[in-house]
């Protein structure tokens, strides 16, 4: 198997586990952990569909106006709880990034017919304005650091930094109440993260 096709069946799959495991924290926790969790079930499963190989499946010309329509209408909601700050503004900003991507990689924009840029294994080339593209790569570059710091032990930070701030790295920023920071639900963000960079390097 080609290694770019590889690389966008592995992304695929990691959004949609993902996906899946945010869609199964939806089920419990405060209403606002379970919309949290509902709109990263939709990021995560919306890029696993981005991700696909070109050579597995051709997404019809109207798909990627779907994909506008469905994260516009996310953006829109996810700015209604963005002036709470915290994981609400960057809910508005990755669907923001998702419509952007679905604009760019339109056949209309890209050319080229078919669907240039499509997934990791796309081969760039796509309809993207540089100078947002690498704002988007910075602010995802720096989500996937912050979500990985979640990852660290307490122990582990305390000791590297000074006490009282290394614990506030570890554990703050959440912005979803208890539960927001647990292993899992900052390994399925970093995940997507990852994810995101990945696909904005393809514009």
Sequence with gaps: ???????????????????????????????????TARSEA???????????????LTPPEWAWAVYGVVFG?????ALRWARHGGHHLHHLVGSLAMVYMAVA?????AGAGGHAGHGAAGGGGTGGLPLLTGALLVYFALYVLRSAGHLIPAGTAVAGFAGGSAEGVVRGGGGDGPGGGSELTAACRLTMGLAMFAMLLTL
């Design 1 to 35: 198997m080609h290694g770019g096709v590889l690389a966008g069946w592995l992304m695929a799959a990691l959004c949609a586990v993902s996906g899946a495991s945010c869609l199964l924290r939806a089920r419990t926790g405060t209403p606002q952990e379970r919309r």
């Design 42 to 56: 939709l990021m995560g499963f919306g890029m696993a569909a981005m991700a696909l190989p070109a050579a597995v």
């Design 73 to 77: 209408f996310a953006a829109l909601r």
């Design 105 to 109: 990689m339109a056949p209309a924009v």
